[in-house]
């Protein structure tokens, strides 16, 4: 079975600081993809960024990065120069690429607060 | 563009009664899945649809249903209410295969049951 595991239920950072937070996964799969998403009170999920495990350079968008170690099944993200709006719930989740479902698996989560 | 709708977003029903939640999928996504989201459980696959074929289900009791209409739109139906049915519910929606696909989420329809 397909498992995530985030093991940092809060963290805190400061504002302009950087933090990472941890995932790890597992999966029998040799194709799939990796995501952080971020859950804001509006409630509404919003993709932060998206690893194919094909792909063995990191993805980033803008100020969030991945450190992808897939050997150790780890999806770690990286957020610099933290700002307040990045206050949230973190997510991340894992599908299973060669099927042609829509179902993902989360992790737990992780409540980032960035203080000013 | 306009992003993924559902309504309502706060519902209050109580135990034994029946219950239809609605999304809109952003205009031209084919592909509509839905999560259950609790406390204790996390975020849980529901069902996911793709014109109008229930592709995938997950593991939840027969009293949760679901559907697409032609234009894409979805509902779920959950039936029997029971208190463990307390949760915030997302739709999120895709061009095609949403594994893969970015998901694009709604804000979520949060139901409590009495």
């Known amino acids: 079975a397909q498992t995530v595991t985030q093991s940092q239920p809060e963290m805190s950072v400061q504002e302009a600081e950087t933090v990472t937070l941890s995932c790890t996964y597992d999966?029998?799969?040799?194709?799939?993809?990796l995501f952080w998403y971020k859950q804001p009170p509006s409630r509404q999920m919003i993709l932060v960024i998206r690893?194919?495990?094909?792909?063995?350079q990191n993805a980033t968008e803008n100020r969030f990065s991945v450190n992808f170690q897939k050997a150790a099944k780890s999806f770690s993200l990286k957020i610099s120069d933290s700002q307040l709006g990045d206050t949230a719930m973190y997510f991340c989740?894992?599908?299973?690429?060669?099927?042609?479902?829509?179902?993902?698996?989360f992790g737990q989560g992780t409540t980032l607060q960035v203080k000013p | 563009k306009a992003g993924v709708t559902q309504t309502p977003r706060y519902l209050i029903k109580t135990r034994g009664q029946q219950v239809t939640l609605s999304c809109s999928p952003i205009?031209?996504?084919?592909?509509v899945s839905w999560y259950q989201q609790t406390p204790g459980q996390g975020l849980q696959f529901l069902f996911e649809?793709?014109?109008?074929?229930?592709?995938n289900k997950g593991n939840f009791p027969g009293r949760f249903s679901g559907r697409q209409f032609s234009n894409s739109r979805s509902e779920m139906n959950v039936s029997t209410l029971e208190l463990g049915d307390s949760a915030l519910y997302l739709c999120?929606?895709?061009?095609?295969?949403?594994?893969?696909?970015?998901?694009?989420f709604g804000s979520g329809t949060q139901l409590s049951v009495l």
């Open positions: 989740a894992l599908s299973d690429g060669s099927s042609n479902t829509g179902k993902l698996i």
């Open positions: 649809y793709f014109s109008e074929t229930q592709r």
């Open positions: 690893q194919e495990a094909y792909k063995q």
């Open positions: 205009s031209g996504h084919r592909s």
């Open positions: 999120a929606s895709s061009f095609d295969r949403a594994n893969n696909e970015k998901l694009f």
């Open positions: 999966t029998s799969e040799s194709n799939y993809y």
